[in-house]
């Protein structure tokens, strides 16, 4: 077991310390309480201390990690039965020799190899501690595996994410600045407002991207941004809806979280050739629930490139709403003939 589970170092072995004096405590008020021999019991369980302490951590520090994490269940039962025998053997002797004729002389004359008092070591005096040790240990460990996998489930996440943006930007840019390069030829007017929205739109991808979230009505600005870009390309021929209701105000949620959906719709759906294209999308707010719905016709000439339900930014976007909104989401995709369609809620 990983030494960061139960360390005795720092803080830590006040734990350790507080623990056995609980035990000791508990024992002494439990077992001295039957016969009124509370003192009796204090000193029993201090003599019996060294031997439960090295019985513990021997087992947290050797078997439970050379054996139980590694899943070699029988060599540790062997291993861990032989050490409470053994310790069960030198807590018989200590008894025999100090604690028997001056606190339990009705037990003197007993033989010492009596196996009622060997197994009543091994499997009440020891055992009890090391069972609960070994409980709170693995409860640590276990704790500590999912925290570093949670963080590794993150990284791995950011790294799929940064692809993602690094996928879309070229894309993107390359679209936008193509119409900049023919506005400027044609030495259009809508060139400087072009400029200067694409400034505003590379100043989001790199700055406001990179916060864990930002504020709902600054992401919308920058889906409209990224939609009157798109719209110098296809001009006319495309008609876009694009409805927001509800509570907005103050709402927060994640960077680019919406963006990968609107992309998808210019760049599988439609297509420079075609005529009559659409998009419509709903976003609205209602009782805390984020609802988002973007629906795209589908070019038929494009029909094997339209977006797959199990494409990589797709995986992405659902690994992160899985990591940020666990059981608070649902996701669903529907494909047809003319039409592709995203609709996704979030309980923020």
């Known amino acids: 077991m990983p030494q960061e589970n139960l360390p005795i170092s720092g803080k830590k072995w006040w734990y350790h310390i507080a623990f056995w004096i609980f035990w000791i405590a508990m024992n002494t008020l439990f077992l001295g309480s039957a016969e009124d ?47 409470l025998f053994c310790m069960s053997l030198v807590m018989r002797a200590i008894y025999v020799k100090f604690l028997a004729l001056q606190y339990y002389p009705e037990t003197a004359g007993l033989p010492f190899f009596q196996a009622y008092r060997l197994f009543k070591y ?69 060139a400087a407002p072009i400029v200067l929205k694409l400034s505003e739109l590379m100043s989001y991808m790199l700055y406001d991207s990179q916060k864990d979230v930002i504020d709902l009505q600054k992401d919308i600005k920058y889906i409209k941004g990224y939609i009157e870009l798109e719209k110098i390309r296809y001009g006319e021929r495309i008609s876009i809806s694009f409805n927001e209701s509800g509570d907005l105000e103050g709402k927060r949620i994640p960077p680019l979280l919406m963006l990968p959906f609107v992309e998808n719709a210019f760049k599988h759906g439609l297509c420079e050739d075609t005529e009559n294209v659409w998009i419509t999308i709903d976003l609205k707010v209602k009782q805390g629930v984020f609802y988002f719905k973007i629906r795209n016709s589908v070019n038929p000439l494009l029909s094997n490139d339209k977006p797959d339900p199990h494409g990589v930014g797709l995986q992405i976007l659902k690994k992160r709403l899985e990591l940020l909104y666990p059981s608070a989401y649902s996701f669903e995709i529907r494909k047809d003939i003319d039409f592709f369609e995203v609709d996704l809620k979030i309980k923020l």
């Open 37 to 83: 021999t509370y003192k009796r019991q204090f000193i029993t369980e201090i003599y019996e201390l060294p031997e439960k302490v090295f019985v513990v951590y021997l087992n947290l520090y050797w078997l439970v990690p050379r054996y139980l994490l590694r899943k070699k269940y029988f060599k540790y039962g062997i291993l861990l039965f032989l050490l």
């Open 122 to 190: 091994i499997f009440y005096n020891l055992n009890a501690v090391v069972f609960i040790t070994t409980g709170i240990s693995l409860f640590y460990h276990l704790r500590h595996e999912q925290q570093m996998n949670n963080e590794l489930a993150q990284q791995n996440l950011r790294t799929e994410l940064y692809y993602l943006k690094s996928q879309l930007h070229p894309h993107f840019l390359f679209n936008t600045l193509n119409n900049l390069y023919s506005l400027s030829l044609k030495k259009s007017d809508n």
